[in-house]
């Protein structure tokens, strides 16, 4: 049978991107919305947020702006009862994610662990806890979590960027992406987790290095192309299409998957 182009359009569907207001979330939004969703753009940055539905928009596409702490509970559940005016929720994209200064394990303050596993695990937890009573609803739907290379091989310290805190959150996605893939591929909901590698056009990779010297950055990206069969570093548009398949009917009888997008680096 020849494949359709029309198994990857998400008409009448509705989707939340958490951490849309910049960055992978804004990239998410806005690929969601070219194919026909109606896109709930959340962030705690409400204006980047607001910014994001705004470019949907004006592209012709269909998005609200939503503001939401992922790490705190009752907004978490506060933002639960605003989707319920739309009766529905077929995918959910767990991008909001931060990253803190990196320092060896000896070395790491416990508040920069607290504060990362609050957003990055803790965050896709409450999320998705509040999100499953809508996509039972449906009794069809996709869960996209975002985990990172940094959760399947370690990184050397040589590269300064990713920190134990950091993998660890990632690590503890890519578990809960497969229990829950387990535990809810009965009622229809698929689970899968894209692994971004090196897409430094982001925001959360922004953070990571952009109080850098000049110098001492051009050295960490020489020494990211250099351990990259690709040679060369990603963009934040290079993952729109796997967000897409995951989120459409085109990977229908996927679950429970850890999809890395890394220029071959966890190939080596």
Known sequence: MTAKVDMFRLDGRVALVTGAGGGLGRVFAQVLASAGAHVLCADLDLAGAQETAGLIDADGGSAQ??????????SVAAMAR???AHGRLDVLVNNAGIATRTARIHEMPVADWDRLHAVNT???????????????RTGRGSVINLASVAALVGVTPELPAVAANYSASKGAVVGFTRQAAVEYAADG??????????????????????????EALQAFLAGIVA?????????????????LFLASDA???MTGQIIASDGGWTAW
Do not use: K, Y
Request: with cysteine; net charge negative; glycine share 10%.
């Open 65 to 74: 702006a939503l503001a939401v702490d992922v790490a705190d509970e009752q």
């Open 82 to 84: 605003g989707l319920e």
């Open 122 to 136: 803790r965050g896709v937890f409450l999320v998705t806890r509040a999100c499953l009573p809508l996509l039972l």
């Open 189 to 214: 909901i698929r689970f899968n987790a894209i692994a971004p590698g090196w897409h430094l056009g982001t925001d959360l990779g922004r953070e990571s290095v952009g109080a850098w010297q000049p």
């Open 227 to 243: 351990r990259t069969p690709m040679q060369r570093t990603g963009e934040p548009r290079e993952l729109a299409g796997l967000c």
């Open 251 to 253: 990977s229908a009888f």
